[in-house]
Nanobody, 124 residues
Framework: VQLVESGGDLVQTGGSLKLSCVTS????????IAWFRQAPGKEREGVSC????????YYADAVKGRFFISKDYGEETSWLQMNNLKPEDAAVYYC??????????????????WGKGTLVSVSS
């Protein structure tokens, strides 16, 4: 199984980015896809997930109304649209996958597969 993120960049405060996570080898329809982030000196935290099988979406309070997750079965890809970015959103963003449904953001310990991350920087 591979998860490959892309789309990280340097943007100004208030800008937008769309991160992509292309998967391979995953039973995509049975997988909950999540995005985590880790800023320097901080613990990795869950940002958003889209649950299997009903595509329920969950967001951390800090990103609600600004970030939007999606998942495409045909392309076996997930995206994280990030709008109105703030300096505190700067981090390495990781795509993650696990099987089964979720009723909220997963913990890191629940993740089966991780991507290598993509860097998001936000200038003030």
């Amino acid at each position: 199984v591979q998860l490959v993120e892309s789309g990280g960049d340097l943007v100004q405060t208030g800008g937008s980015l769309k991160l992509s996570c292309v998967t391979s080898g995953l039973a995509f329809r049975d997988a909950t896809i999540a995005w985590f982030r880790q800023a320097p000196g901080k613990e990795r935290e869950g940002v958003s997930c889209v649950s299997a099988p009903d595509l329920s979406e969950y967001y951390a309070d800090a990103v609600k109304g600004r970030f939007f997750i999606s998942k495409d079965y045909g392309e076996e890809t997930s995206w994280l649209q990030m709008n109105n970015l703030k300096p505190e959103d700067a981090a390495v963003y990781y795509c993650a996958a696990m099987y089964g449904s979720r009723s909220g953001l997963p913990q890191s310990s629940e993740v089966l597969f991780w991507g290598k991350g993509t860097l998001v920087s936000v200038s003030s």
